[in-house]
């Protein structure tokens, strides 16, 4: 299949409502833009589930609190411009994203925190993009990989700043607590 725009939203009555992809979705499906829009609270969440499938491409990816997205059972799952928090988030709820195995692409940004709640039960692939760690409380939060984890990086230099295209970025670096560890990811 190909989405344009996928849009959750609860409506604040129904309990535990969600968006079920009931066939295989197979190997070339694709969704230009996914937006889980900020629940009312914890008890009417709702998201998005999949049966299963080999691939997905995602472009940009949006989500808020009180929503998840369970993608454990398709195989691989890439994000190829935008994983970020969006702007109508809150810190008083979290959202839910489960993969299997998660590709960030080329160029591809993805924003975290301890507010993400991320899961990747298989490998994660840095290929070519930036992880935004965002400091909150004088810490960042440490992405953790079920399995593996790989960084793939080019020799491009960034012309305006005279270095290569980072795979990490710590946004407010001088906010961490200093003397400290500090670990960004943890994978088998």
Same mark, same amino acid.
């Given at each position: 299949?190909?989405?344009n725009?996928?849009?959750?939203k609860?409506?604040?009555?129904?309990?535990?409502?969600?968006?079920?992809?009931?066939?295989d979705?197979?190997?070339?499906s694709?969704?230009?833009?996914?937006r889980?829009?900020?629940?009312?609270?914890?008890i009417y969440?709702?998201?998005?589930?999949? +049966?299963?499938?080999?691939?997905?491409?995602?472009?940009?990816?949006y989500?808020?609190p009180?929503?998840y997205?369970?993608?454990?059972n398709?195989?691989?799952v890439?994000i190829?411009n +935008?994983?970020?928090?969006g702007p109508?988030?809150?810190?008083?709820g979290?959202?839910?994203?489960?993969f299997n195995?998660?590709?960030?692409?080329?160029?591809?940004?993805?924003d975290?925190s301890?507010?993400?709640?991320?899961?990747?039960?298989?490998?994660?692939t840095?290929?070519?993009?930036?992880i935004?760690?965002?400091?909150?409380?004088?810490?960042?939060?440490?992405?953790?990989?079920?399995?593996?984890?790989?960084?793939f990086?080019?020799n491009?230099?960034?012309?305006?700043t005279?270095?290569y295209?980072p795979?990490?970025?710590?946004?407010?670096?001088q906010d961490?607590i200093?003397?400290k560890?500090?670990?960004?990811?943890?994978? +088998?």
């Open positions: 299949f190909n989405i725009e996928l849009v959750v609860t409506n604040g009555i129904s309990v535990g409502e969600y968006t079920y992809f009931s066939e979705i197979g190997s070339q694709r969704i230009n833009t996914v889980l829009e900020t629940g009312t609270r914890s969440s709702g998201g998005v589930k999949f +049966k299963g499938g080999e691939k997905l491409v995602i472009n940009d990816f989500y808020a009180w929503n997205f369970d993608a454990r398709i195989k691989d890439e190829t +935008k994983l970020a928090f109508q988030g809150s810190p008083w979290t959202a839910k994203l489960m195995n998660l590709t960030l692409g080329q160029n591809a940004v993805m975290y301890q507010f993400s709640n991320l899961t990747i039960q298989g490998n994660f840095n290929n070519q993009g930036t935004n760690y965002l400091v909150r409380g004088g810490q960042v939060a440490t992405l953790n990989v079920g399995n593996a984890a790989a960084m990086f080019n491009n230099v960034d012309s305006a005279g270095f295209q795979l990490m970025k710590i946004n407010s670096a961490l200093k003397n560890e500090h670990v960004l990811l943890k994978a +088998k």
